[in-house]
Structure formats: C-alpha cells, structure tokens
C-alpha cells in the first residue's frame, strides 16, 4: 500500500472501493500495518452506511437521542437551526456529505446572519456528522466574530427603573433580576422556594419546541444556590401569594416600554444579572462568591466585567487627556 507525503508534511493513504476513492490522512508517516488497519476501518464503515440516511434523519435521530438530558431551550434551538438548513443539505445523504459542502452551506448562511448565529449552526452540522461520520475531517472557514460589548446598566439607569415598576406586577421580578436571578428562574418561583428572606433556585420556567412552558430543574449544578434578599420584599411576595403570575415575555416588553420612556438605552432583564456581577466586583466581593451567587458555572462574566471597568478608566483618560490639552491650548 503506497503511503505518499504531502506538502504539508502529512502522509496519505488512498484506495478505490466500490468506484470511489477513499483515503487516509497521518499527521506523521505510519507503517504499512498502521495503514492497512487505518484504511481497512475506513472501508468498514463505508461499507456499513445507512443509504436511506439522509442529514435530516440523521439531525432527528441525534435530537432525540439527547432529549433526555438536554434542555427543552436548548432541543428548541437545534429545531430552529434545522429548519434554517437547505432542502439540498437535508436531503443529502449523510455519509455523502463533504467538507466542501459544508463550507457552502455555511457560506450561504454567512449572507443575511450575525457570524454567532453561523457558528451555532456549524456546531450543530458539525455534532451531527461527527456523530455519525467520525472519519470526516471539517476545516470549515467561519466569518470572523464581532467585538461585541454589552452594555451594562448604571446604578442611575436601575434606580429609575425600579421606581417606574414600582407598585406594578414587574416590580418583584426586577428587584429579584437585580440580585442575580435569570428570567427563567424567577418565573418558576412559587412561595414555598421563600424561606425567610433566603430564596432557594432550584428551577426554571422554560419554552420547548412546541412553544408550551415548562418548568424544569435549573440547567446545571451551579444554577441550583440560595440568595437573600430584603425582609421586606420577602414579606411583600408573601403578602401578595406568589412572586409573578404573568407571561415570561411580558416582563421584557415592559422592561422594553419603561426604558424607551425614561430615555434608557434598551437592554434586557438578563443584563440585570450583569449589573448584580458588576455592582458585587465594585463592593469587593471576591469573584468565587459572585459566580456562586449568580448561579454561573464559568468566569466568563467577570471577563465582561473587568473589560467594562477597563472600557470606563479608558473613556475617563480619553477625557482627561482632551480637557489638557483644551486648557494647553485655549486658556
């Protein structure tokens, strides 16, 4: 079997099967032995291929395969991505599939979405065919992210939402977003969660794919943590009997209607939970307390927040720097 050598320093391996060529990659050149056996899996498989399969079936069997220990939000999303999949590249037969015509696909998907929304769309083609073509090799050229920097409300922004909500059915679930609590969360809440001013989160209100709410347990083992909060907002949920009754989404339309009023720039109720890691880091809360109490299973928001501090102590220097040089030039 001839082992040839690449200009890129790899070593390849080809054979003519059934009328097709089929062939082997080594990082480093093997032995006759470690070829044969490398190749001889290859042909096994290929000879073992569902021809019936097509991507979409496949995409299907690999759904509910997880449906069990994903959740309902997460199955939902890779609906959504499937039905944003080409009928050409669902129709095709998975183990047909090439990198090239996974490189199209994206390409097409690049023309009219944000570059996040195209790599969760090649994570999921991707997933799928290592599940069922592990051979496949993809060296998918994706579009370059985008500098993103979210912004974090200020003290002041927060402060007049909280005395236009006040007295309304959104007030609790904007005060309790504010002590790091997600959507979900505060939505599954009912008052037997209350215990004294400590709140134990230990689940979630969630939409599965066929748009009915759910509530389930919290989506990791960090989320599942115990907050306190005022005495008196405690007292107050527990006059009323429940902590919000209404539709998740109506929280954000008025988040949405308060902020357009007062002049705020727009920002959901989950970059409350940024203020609540932006405002504890500011206290001198140390950053393993902070995750703990937000229910976050990496550092990656504290990374948002130092890079937010680090964005002000710029603009305040920017400043500076030009308020020199207008008394240098002017005074």
């Known amino acids: 079997m001839k082992i040839e050598k690449l200009p890129s320093g790899s070593y390849r391996v080809r054979k003519m099967y059934k009328g097709k060529v089929y062939s082997v990659t080594f990082d480093s050149k093997p032995t006759q032995k470690e070829a044969m056996l490398a190749m001889a899996d290859l042909l096994e498989n290929a000879s073992d291929k569902h021809t019936a399969m097509t991507f979409e079936r496949a995409a ?11 959740s309902p939000s997460t199955i939902k999303g890779y609906k959504t991505i499937l039905r944003q999949i080409t009928d050409a590249f669902l129709s095709q037969n998975i183990h047909d599939i090439t990198a090239l015509d996974v490189q199209e696909e994206i ?16 994570g999921f083609i991707s997933a799928i065919l290592g599940t069922f073509c592990p051979h496949l090799r993809l060296s998918t050229t994706l579009p370059q992210k985008l500098k993103n920097e979210p912004y974090i409300p200020s003290d002041e922004d927060v402060k007049l939402i909280l005395q236009h909500s006040k007295g309304t059915e959104y007030e609790i679930p904007i005060i309790l977003a504010c002590y790091g609590m997600r959507r979900s969360e505060i939505c599954a809440l009912t008052i037997d969660d209350i215990d004294g001013d400590v709140i134990r ?4 209100k969630v939409q599965d794919e ?15 943590r115990e907050i306190i909060i005022p005495e008196d907002i405690a007292e107050k949920i527990r006059d009323q009997g429940y902590v919000y009754k209404g539709h998740p989404n109506r929280i954000t339309c008025f988040l949405f209607d308060t ?15 940024h203020y609540f890691a932006s405002r504890m880091s500011s206290l001198g809360v140390p950053d393993a307390d902070i995750l703990r109490l937000g229910g976050w299973e990496t550092d990656h928001i504290m990374k948002t927040v130092y890079r937010h501090s680090m964005l002000d102590k710029e603009e305040r220097a920017k400043r500076d720097a030009a308020e020199k040089l207008q008394r240098t030039l002017f005074s």
């Open 201 to 204: 989160i230990n689940k979630a």
């Open 60 to 70: 299907e069997d690999y759904i509910e395969s997880k449906r069990n220990v994903l």
């Open 107 to 122: 390409n097409r998907m690049a023309k009219n979405h944000s570059p996040k929304t195209v790599r969760n769309h090649h």
């Open 259 to 273: 902020q357009d009023k007062l002049g705020i720039p727009r920002f959901s109720i989950h970059k409350l939970r």
């Open 210 to 224: 066929n748009k009915n709410w759910l509530v389930k347990t919290t989506k990791t083992t960090a989320s599942t």
